[in-house]
């Protein structure tokens, strides 16, 4: 079955150029001109990926990125955006974007980010049901997690590096590693990023965060994930 990509375009010229590049490469389009119909169809039509352009009428790309993170739907997206829109670009990558593509861009390049975002989504989806260590329980079905009987409130991110973690599990993941497979992009000078969602992981999950037992820091190297519980930094 071919992959189905959504795209919300509100410029007729570009829509059509996407959809007739990605029916040539294999893949199953739908079209929708406006946020608000955008966001329908990507809750009803079950696409493999959204191309979302930021500025849409009716509703934002931004407005719709938050929208199907907060229901923690893992739908991938890349964002459309215009030269000068950094902060949006940012933005929109903080609420759960995959990827984002500058106008004008090269068909040839949004087909290949396409391809990529869906190898990286598609192979963190082989997580079991459930997943406990101590008193943590990952729920992927749901995308919930139980610290004892409290629920614990995650960001889309939040959430995928979580799993991105469990699934390599007794593995030293350096932190260029952990920006490639769970952001896919460039946008920030350093990774500094990653030791910030780290902190706050860690901050939600573990017993005492400066003192982390799950997720620790192998320093100069990156993070090591222990379920059993290792101690250490």
Not at 50 to 60: A, E, N, Q, R
Not at 200 to 229: C, M, N, V
Request: charged residues 30%; neutral net charge.
């Amino acid at each position: 079955m071919a992959e189905k990509i959504l795209v919300v375009e509100d410029d007729r010229s570009i829509a059509g150029g996407l959809e007739a590049a990605f029916t040539s490469e294999g893949f199953e389009v739908e079209c929708a001109p406006n946020g608000r119909l955008g966001l329908e169809r990507a809750r009803a039509g079950k696409p493999s990926l959204v191309i979302l352009d930021i500025m849409l009428p009716g509703m934002s790309g931004l407005e719709i990125t938050k929208k199907l993170r907060d229901e923690n739907r893992n739908l991938p997206i890349i964002l459309l955006t215009a030269r000068g829109e950094e902060n949006d670009r940012v933005l929109g990558l903080e609420l759960g974007a995959d990827d984002y593509i500058t106008k004008p861009f090269s068909l040839r390049e949004l087909v290949a980010r396409v391809r990529s975002v869906l190898r990286r989504t598609q192979g963190n989806r082989k997580e079991p049901e459930l997943f406990r260590f101590g008193e943590v329980t990952v729920d992927f079905k749901r995308q919930a997690v139980r610290k004892g009987d409290q629920g614990v409130e995650l960001s889309a991110r939040e959430f995928r590096l979580l799993a991105y973690f469990i699934a390599h599990a007794g593995t030293l993941l350096t932190r260029e590693q952990l920006l490639n497979d769970i952001w896919g992009y460039e946008v920030f000078p350093t990774t500094r990023t990653v030791d910030n969602h780290i902190a706050r992981l860690r901050k939600k999950i573990e017993a005492d965060p400066e003192a982390p037992q799950y997720i620790r820091t192998a320093r100069g190297a990156g993070y090591l994930f222990e379920p059993e519980g290792g101690g250490g930094s």
